[in-house]
């Protein structure tokens, strides 16, 4: 069985849409090509020429139709829905809808028509249709971080992100689907299912943000939050050919979000285009204590000390002028080039990504950046992870601490009969939980490791040298930023050990900023008939994210467009909204049918 909607009452917009894959959870058989119609419930014709088009709709055209009329908020979020309805069968991108997204869109609409319209000055995301990932504390929907052992987690309060979110006029549309406890990058869980590429239906979407990745290169909504342990906000963003930013850490809270590791996670966001991602950094750059953003179960940021580490001269800062005032012109750049990060062994995953970097650099040349070529042995992305990633040190104490204070719907007092620690969730033989075999050393290691463990010490010291070396190779080198693809080979297929090639670990480790930019594609195949995209860090030192912002602004220039809407399974259509749009928010009903036959449930 696919996911489907229950919808007594709703008015749906509906497309063609074909089921193309089967409930088997044995081995797994990569699905054949989405055709060029899907099939749900009926067929009906596409609208071609609706007054307002969804499909790569940006901040500034949602709002231009807004104040001219053109279309109403209400309207807007039923266009939405009805793509979601449309799709997400398919792609098991979202997890859930927010109950009340229609009812906040007709207030809008209510304060837009009438003579008090003073609400809603300064909100810079009025009726923009925000995509959570399922780790993120939101009180109008459970937060399972994929997990069906999470299934009835509803949190009483939102993490500080979402209430900057909701305080700049946004509406948190839904939750999308992710690797389960953003754990690996194959978005595969136990709640939604293997969520799928957009681009090449045969592939994984990156992850662990994929869900959130999927959703918005398909036009499910506009911004979407992520969460980055390794690579988890960067995978997505460069196998769906969007924008991401890892902030420094420290920059925005990560109170309210389900932890993975003190020491690597971040919380960030992805957007379609640079413009959107800046206006998403400035409002959840709000999000580390100043301006008395609430979240987390406490109501408020003092669960993540780090926000501390803000200098005074950044809170607050609006990153779109980085895209504006002229910050991080091309010519006369110093970029050093990570060779370490490269593949450069020939094959069909890692050529395309070589080649397509080839034509970016030379291309950055033109533009008058001088490259400079790293070849410093330090960085090595496998060496860096196996010596000095902390994960599994970290991972079962910071759980805990979230499990402590969750709230299930299953119980009156709001007790319930949830998990309320790691060794709950991970209870061998429940079929609650999928673990990649690739990864059952890191649960039982979870199991027996501690931030009391000698070896703990022994790489935070590590850690320390790694920044050190970083701080002393963009000094020595002159460096204003460094460069890199995101990835050595191209997004891995449905069914892989897991997201193998991937270049996160150093801004992970050293918590430095980074922004993913779109840079190109592979050849079209049978599966994708666009290419499977490809994407490119730029990481910074601390608290120059705005210089990264602007330096993303120019490279996309001087690429030239770079990112195309998926055209597969009827991406590229207009869905049309029936009647006078939805009544009622559908309700999702995940379905885990689509797991791969390699990743058995409840095993570890």
């Not at 002028?321 to 910050?327: D, E, I, N, P, S």
């Not at 397509?356 to 950055?364: D, G, P, S, T, Y």
């Not at 997201?499 to 050293?510: D, E, F, K, P, V």
């Not at 207009?574 to 885990?592: A, S």
């Amino acid at each position: 069985m696919l996911p489907s909607f229950h919808h007594p009452k709703a008015l749906l917009g509906k497309v063609v849409l074909l089921s193309l894959l089967s409930s088997a959870t044995s081995a797994f058989n990569p699905p054949p090509p989405i055709p060029d119609t899907l099939l749900n419930h009926q067929q009906v014709p596409l609208n071609l020429n609706p007054p307002f088009d969804i499909r790569e709709a940006t901040i500034s055209s949602i709002h231009n139709a807004l104040f001219t009329g053109l279309t109403t908020c209400h309207a807007l979020i039923s266009s939405y829905l009805a793509r979601i309805e449309a799709f997400n069968p398919f792609l098991h991108a979202i997890l859930s809808l927010n109950p009340h997204a229609l009812d906040l869109a007709s207030t809008i609409d209510a304060h837009l028509t009438s003579n008090n319209s003073s609400s809603l000055v300064n909100q810079p995301l009025l009726c923009i249709p925000v995509l959570l990932k399922d780790n993120f504390n939101a009180h109008e929907m459970p937060t399972t971080a994929g997990s069906l052992a999470l299934a009835q987690n509803t949190p009483i309060h939102d993490a500080p992100t979402v209430a900057a979110f909701k305080k700049a006029g946004a509406i948190i549309l839904g939750k999308t689907n992710m690797h389960e406890f953003a754990l690996e990058g194959i978005s595969v869980s136990s709640l939604g299912g293997q969520a799928i590429n957009p681009y090449d239906s045969a592939r994984t979407p990156g992850g662990s943000s994929g869900g959130t990745g999927a959703a918005l290169a398909a036009n499910l909504g506009v911004l979407g939050t992520g969460t980055d342990t390794v690579n988890s906000l960067r995978s997505p963003a460069s196998a769906s050919s969007l924008w991401s930013w890892r902030p420094t850490r420290g920059l925005v809270s990560r109170e309210g979000v389900v932890p993975v590791g003190w020491t690597q996670d971040a919380v960030g966001g992805m957007a379609r285009g640079v413009e959107d991602l800046g206006v998403l950094m400035s409002v959840i750059g709000m999000a580390n204590g100043e301006g008395g953003e609430g979240g987390g179960d406490k109501g408020g940021d003092n669960g993540d000390n780090t926000t501390v580490l803000v200098p005074p001269e950044i809170k607050g800062r609006d990153y779109s002028k980085a895209l504006y005032g002229g910050l991080g012109k091309l010519k006369g750049l110093r970029l050093g080039v990570l060779n370490g990060f490269f593949n450069h062994t020939a094959s069909d995953e890692t050529t395309p990504v070589n080649e397509v970097m080839a034509k970016v650099l030379r291309k950055l040349e033109v533009a008058g950046v001088q490259l400079v070529n790293i070849t410093e042995p330090v960085y090595d992305v496998v060496a860096i992870a196996a010596e000095l990633d902390v994960q599994t040190f970290e991972f079962r104490e910071g759980l805990d601490a979230y499990l402590e204070k969750t709230t299930y719907t299953d119980g009156d007092d709001g007790n319930g009969t949830g998990p309320r620690s790691f060794s709950d969730v991970y209870t061998l033989g429940k079929k609650q939980f999928v673990v990649l075999p690739s990864q059952y050393g890191y649960i039982r290691n979870s199991f027996n490791r501690s931030t009391s463990s000698p070896e703990y010490f022994v790489r935070q010291y590590g850690i320390q040298q790694l920044k050190t070396a970083l701080a002393r190779t963009f000094s020595s080198n002159k460096l204003d930023a460094v460069i890199y693809p995101e990835q050595k080979n191209l997004v891995v297929k449905i069914g892989s050990p897991s997201q193998s090639g991937r270049n996160g670990i150093l801004a992970a480790l050293t918590g430095s900023p980074v922004i993913t930019v779109p840079v190109g594609f592979s050849n079209a195949t049978e599966t994708a008939p666009l290419g499977v995209p490809i994407g490119m860090e730029i990481l910074g030192r601390p608290w120059t994210d705005d210089l990264l912002l602007g330096i993303a602004k120019h490279v996309g220039e001087a690429l030239g467009p770079v990112r195309r809407m998926p055209v597969g399974g009827g991406l590229d259509k207009v869905v049309e909204v029936q009647g006078g749009g939805y009544e009622k928010v559908p309700v999702v009903k995940t379905d885990n049918g689509n797991i791969p036959g390699v990743y058995p449930l409840g095993v570890y």
